[in-house]
């Protein structure tokens, strides 16, 4: 009998194993992070009025928009819809010498700190009335500020841990027991970490790092380890023609230092005036200027961004998307909804959301063997409608 293939290794990822992650919104004073920030809050409240959630001045919660969410309405004549949501972060305005304490200095970078990925806006408009921190509108120059602080902390961070760790290894360790050597492949990592960022100045996302070197990076925090999508703020005219002098040269600076990374360009102007106009009054503006809004491809883009994923429930009480962190197992899913369910779980009853819509009912999906049974090692995938078995038998009563 030929051996068994060894299954592949499952990738860990960077960040926090969480399925509550916030995203912040970093950038120089005066580039429009505000006016975004608060442009966001107020669109976000979908045509149902959903109530939106202020957690305190500086963090709300904001709809993911999903055409989706109106097909189950109306298949299972549901209620209440209940989408998934983005946590949004507006953090201060970052200074040059941010990482030394100049300005907010230190408590920016905190905050920074506990977000799980970042909107870094930049500022590609002339404004008279907004004056630039730096005397001049030059957006490469402010990329190149912020990523230089990030960096510049993160070295602070590692060389921290190095000192740290070097404390617990004692002098003259053999390197023979587990745990020896458990702690000079743990520096290993660090070292490789704090070459990455000083010497080759690069961001700690952009490595090809094993689930070993994850496991080390993920507990500290650092800074340029989380994903970043860039959020250009040009004039209403600018966004609307799709012109601007600044966007190829921001363009090929994300590619040349954090290839992949998301470019999206925006208008905070005209974000902020659309924003407060009710639903109706915002389409016939956008018809009339032959413009789109940018904030639900920014919204979605950022919930992708921290590699979250969202399961449907659906029944006549409500349609509802439960998050997930993508790679997330079916008890684990389920537990999302109850505790309960997790620890009882028998089985998830899966069907994809394109089969539903594409054969018109669940009846129908069923009919055409497409309603699946699933077990614990089902990896939920983005769009499945599922429907849980579990079964809670309660501890006996002591005596």
């Known amino acids: ?10 990738k860990i990822l960077l960040g926090r194993p ?9 950038g120089l004073p005066n580039v429009g992070k505000s006016t975004f920030f608060n442009a966001i809050t107020n669109s976000s409240v979908p045509a149902e009025n959903f109530p939106f959630c202020t957690i305190d001045p500086e963090e709300s919660r904001v ?7 109106d097909v189950l309405m109306d298949k299972f004549k549901s209620t209440n819809k209940i989408p998934a949501w983005l946590t949004v972060i507006d953090i201060a305005g970052l200074v040059k010498g941010a990482s030394a304490g100049e300005g907010l200095g230190n408590a920016f970078l905190s905050h920074v700190r506990a977000v799980d990925a970042i909107f870094h806006v930049c500022r590609a408009f002339e404004e008279v009335d907004v004056i630039h921190v730096d005397g001049e509108v030059n957006p490469i120059k402010d990329l190149e500020t912020i990523h230089h602080e990030l960096r510049l902390k993160d070295e602070e961070f590692i060389k921290g841990a190095i000192a740290d760790l070097k404390k617990t290894m004692g002098r003259g360790g053999s ?7 458990a702690k000079q492949a743990e520096m290993a990592t ?6 990455y960022v000083t010497v080759q100045k690069k961001d700690i996302r952009c490595g090809d790092w094993n689930n070993k070197e994850v496991e ?3 507990p500290l925090f650092l800074l340029t380890a989380k994903p970043v999508i860039y959020l250009v703020n040009l004039s209403e005219t600018d966004y609307l023609r799709k012109k601007n002098k600044w966007l190829p040269k921001i363009h090929a600076w994300v590619q040349e230092n954090n290839p992949g990374d998301l470019l999206i360009p925006f208008s905070g102007a005209l974000e902020s005036r659309i924003s407060e106009m009710s639903e109706e009054d915002r389409a016939e503006e956008l018809k009339k200027i032959n413009g789109t809004s940018a904030l639900p491809k920014i919204i979605v883009s950022g919930y992708n961004t921290l590699n979250l994923i969202y399961y449907f429930t659906a029944g ?3 349609s509802r998307c439960w998050t997930v962190r993508k790679g997330t197992k079916a008890p684990q899913a389920a537990g999302v909804i109850h505790s ?4 009882g779980f028998i089985m998830a009853e899966v069907m994809r959301y394109d089969d539903l819509n594409e054969l018109g009912s669940e009846a129908a999906v069923k009919a055409a063997g497409k309603y699946m049974q699933k077990g614990r090692d089902y990896v939920v995938q983005d769009g499945d409608i599922i429907h849980f078995k579990f079964n809670v038998t309660d501890a006996p009563k002591k005596r």
């Open 18 to 26: 969480s399925n509550n992650l916030k995203i912040g919104v970093v």
């Open 175 to 181: 390197g023979t027991t587990a745990p020896e050597r």
């Open 1 to 10: 009998m030929p051996p068994k293939k060894a299954a592949a290794e499952e």
């Open 216 to 218: 080390v990076i993920n």
């Open 340 to 343: 309960d369910f997790e620890r």
């Open 63 to 69: 709809a993911v928009p999903d055409a989706r969410m």
């Open 316 to 318: 006549p009480m409500e």
């Open 190 to 195: 660090l070292e490789k970490l704090l070459d």
